[in-house]
Structures are given as structure tokens and as C-alpha cells.
């Protein structure tokens, strides 16, 4: 059973910068996919970001060219860096990662951004 730990949210102004991590731990097979989801009340979750164990990555409109995703595979860890952040960005994140077949996912972390 993978366990996905995730740290580094919290409340910043626009403009500012947070990072995010998210550890992963329990896997037995090497992870592929690494990604981080962020769910507005009363939207759906929406897929923020996402980066293949080779470093390919892939990004929200919305969140493009302000965000960077990045990962450790030594440490099963996966990052958000996240800069100009902007109150529309307020969420909670949610660290996924698949494994062989099977979606994990994190407990989810909040992130206020105040205007």
C-alpha cells in the first residue's frame, strides 16, 4: 500500500511563493506518474500538473509558465513550485501518483492565496 505524505501549503498573498512535497512511500514498484490535482469547493478536481518518471511534464493552462513541477526519484518525492500565485488559486492540492496500474492520493493541503 503507497502512503503519499504531503507538506508546504498554507496562506500567502498574491503574488507570492509556496512549494509543495509530497513523499511517497510503501511502493514496491517504481512510480511513473507523480502529479498534483487541486480541488476548489464545490468544483471538481482538476488536474494542476503532472511529470513521468523520465522528467516529462505537463501543465493546467491556468497555471502555465507560474508553476513547476519537479520530482526526486531517489526519494519518491514530488514538488509544486508555485510562484505569482493568485487568490483564484486557492485550493486544496492533492499529491497523486500511480503505480503498475493503481491511483494513490494524498490527503490534500491546503493553499489560501489573500488579495
Known amino acids: 500500500q503507497v502512503q503519499l505524505v504531503e507538506s508546504g501549503g498554507g496562506t500567502v498573498q498574491a503574488g507570492g511563493s509556496l512549494r509543495l512535497s509530497c513523499v511517497a512511500s510503501g511502493s514496491r514498484y517504481s512510480i511513473n506518474l507523480m502529479a498534483w490535482y487541486r480541488q476548489i469547493t464545490g468544483k471538481q478536481r482538476e488536474l494542476v500538473a503532472s511529470?513521468?518518471?523520465?522528467?516529462?511534464?505537463n501543465y493546467a493552462d491556468s497555471v502555465q509558465g507560474r508553476f513547476t513541477i519537479s520530482r526526486d526519484n531517489a526519494k519518491n518525492t514530488v514538488y509544486l513550485q508555485m510562484s505569482s500565485l493568485k487568490p483564484e488559486d486557492t485550493a486544496v492540492y492533492y499529491c497523486h501518483v500511480m503505480v503498475v496500474l493503481t491511483k494513490y492520493w494524498g490527503q490534500g493541503t491546503q493553499v489560501t492565496v489573500s488579495s
Open positions: 511529470i513521468t518518471r523520465s522528467g516529462s511534464t
